[in-house]
C-alpha cells in the first residue's frame, strides 16, 4: 500500500492505494478530508526574453482602417481561418445573405450582412488569419 495526498475540488484527501497483481490487502475505511493551509502564491520563475519576431509577409493581415460613417463592417464574431469570400466589391447583398464563411475549431462558420446594400469594399482574403472584430467587409 501507497499513502498519497489528492486534492479534489479544493479538498486535500489522503488516500492509500494498493498495487494490483500481488496479494490482496484487507479493505481501508475512506479516511476524513484533511483540511490544508491555503496554497501560498509564489511568482512565476523569471524566462529569457523571447527573441524579436519578424512578420511573416507570406499571408496579408487584415487592414486595421475603421469603418467610414456612412459604411457599415461585418466584422469576424470569432478568430478563425477564411475559408471562403462569397462577394465582392459592387455586389448588391441582402440582410442574412453570407458574405464569408469562417473555419474556427473545425467548424465552418457563416458571416451574413446586417442590412441590404452593396458590398464597398473586401477587407480580406482566402487563406487569411483575422482575429475577433476584424472588418472582413464594408457594406454601403
Known amino acids: 500500500m501507497k499513502r498519497f495526498r489528492v486534492t479534489v475540488n479544493g479538498k486535500i484527501y ?3 492505494v494498493e498495487e494490483v497483481g500481488g496479494t490482496v490487502a484487507a479493505p481501508v475505511a475512506a479516511p476524513a478530508p484533511v ?7 509564489t511568482p512565476p ?15 496579408p493581415a ?8 456612412d ?5 469576424a464574431p470569432l478568430p478563425g481561418l477564411v475559408v471562403e469570400i462569397k462577394v465582392k466589391p459592387g455586389d448588391p447583398v441582402r440582410a442574412g445573405q ?11 462558420n457563416e458571416i451574413v450582412a446586417p ?5 464597398a469594399e473586401v477587407r480580406t482574403t482566402k487563406g487569411v488569419n483575422v ?3 476584424d472588418i472582413l467587409v464594408l457594406i454601403k
Open 14 to 16: 489522503e488516500v492509500l
Open 35 to 41: 483540511l490544508a493551509a491555503p496554497p501560498v502564491a
Open 45 to 59: 520563475p523569471a524566462r529569457p526574453a523571447d527573441p524579436p519576431r519578424t512578420p511573416s509577409p507570406a499571408r
Open 62 to 69: 487584415a487592414r486595421e482602417a475603421p469603418a467610414p460613417p
Open 71 to 75: 459604411m457599415e463592417a461585418v466584422r
Open 98 to 108: 453570407v458574405v464569408a464563411v469562417l473555419e474556427a475549431m473545425k467548424m465552418e
Open 115 to 119: 442590412r441590404d446594400g452593396t458590398v
Open 131 to 133: 482575429n475577433l472584430g
